[in-house]
């Protein structure tokens, strides 16, 4: 039983709203032709359930308490989306159209933290 | 498509996904690409050449933000304080190189001079340029003896007396007008000034920005720089030339062709558009 129930848990943790790798390489989508640096950055980004009754660590708002246990009884209603809720910037050093280079600071880049929205 | 930011396997896959018309995907795609384009300030897809040359100094500085919750890292040896403050307040730092038609070199006895002329049209309206340097890169004068002085160790390692005392004068003017004669001298203003030791390889920056920031804000016309070397008590003949061209100011004063892009003049401009934090923005994550 404690088997299984450890096994629950870990199924119900994977299956929650939580933030998850996801590395951007440029030369994927042959950005690399342009962008000198970095090669590419960790993106990452949110996914998993926003389950009722919503725990602490899912970062949720008083709206998304409020909306999950709306749903709880009328599923028409939908569940508050796994969303991020604290992003970074980064730099990139790429040429230009007109070939200058240039360093800039683009906002937002980068997820560091996810949550029930 | 295939000019745009979103690669052509991209726009394969959603067209085919059958969701829109192929008329409708088309029209999605293209306004996403727009606000891809927006994102990032351009255009179009920048399509870079083979001789397309990306400054060290630009390097650095993207190394230096990169690094930046590092302490151990130290600020790159080609980088001013100056430049550190300027990047401190700023989102977007740009890098040009002069127009090398438009230069005009004159060498006269004790006195060079080059006017340089930099485009900077491709800087947005909406971006506040806040800070300005134009580098020149100044080669050691070959021959030049070595004195030990009491300074730092680095200055007494690398010191030295010629015959002009070791020492050059750079100054750096805006040109804010054309000459009243034909064989007259342009009007200018001085920006900066520096007395540079010629015993020593380094890059020099002179502060710019109350030129350039008067350009892009549309408040003066771009007329162009005026760098001014001033060798005291220069030496004749073949000594006298290789003191002269040892600042880097024209290909034609540049005895190597290949190093030439890595040396050439270089301004850079420090500016913010508004638009989130500045490049070396301190984050305690990072």
Known sequence: AAGHRKQRKKHQHKANCRRHALYVDFSDVGWNEWIVAPPGYHAFYCHGECPFPLADHLNSTNHAIVQTLVNSVNSNIPRACCVPTELSPISLLYLDEYEKVILKNYQDMVVEGCGCR | ?286
């Open chain 2, 1 to 286: 498509g295939a000019a745009g930011l979103i690669p052509e396997v991209g726009r394969r896959k959603y067209s085919e996904s059958g969701k829109q018309s192929p008329e409708q995907s088309e029209n999605f795609l293209n306004e996403f690409e727009l606000r891809l384009l927006n994102m990032f300030g351009l255009k179009r897809r920048p399509n870079p050449s083979r001789q397309a040359v990306v400054p060290q100094y630009m390097v650095d500085l993207y190394r230096m933000h990169s690094l930046n919750g590092d302490h151990s890292t130290k600020r790159p040896r080609s980088m001013g304080r100056h430049a550190e403050r300027a990047a401190s307040k700023a989102n977007t730092i740009r890098s040009f190189h002069h127009e090398e038609s438009m230069e005009a070199l004159a060498s006269l006895k004790g006195r060079t001079t080059q006017q340089f002329f930099f485009n900077l049209t491709s800087i947005p309206g909406e971006e506040l340029i806040t800070s300005a340097e134009l580098r020149v890169y100044r080669d050691q004068v070959l021959g030049a003896t070595a004195a030990p002085t009491s300074n730092t160790s680095q200055n007494s390692s690398n010191s030295s007396r010629t015959s002009s005392g070791g020492f050059h004068r750079i100054n750096v003017y805006e040109v804010f007008g054309a000459p009243a004669s034909p064989s007259g001298e342009p009007l200018t203003r001085l920006l900066d000034t520096r007395l540079v030791q010629d015993s020593l390889s380094r890059w020099e920056s002179f502060d710019v920005s109350p030129a350039v920031s008067q350009w892009t804000s549309g408040g003066r016309h771009n007329h162009g720089f005026l760098v001014e070397m001033l060798h005291p008590d220069t030496l004749e003949g073949e000594e006298g030339q290789r003191q002269r061209r040892h600042v880097r100011v024209s290909r034609s004063l540049h005895g190597d062709q290949d190093s030439w892009p890595q040396a050439r003049p270089l301004l850079v401009t420090y500016g913010h558009d508004r638009q989130g934090n500045a490049v070396l923005h301190r984050d305690k994550r990072q």
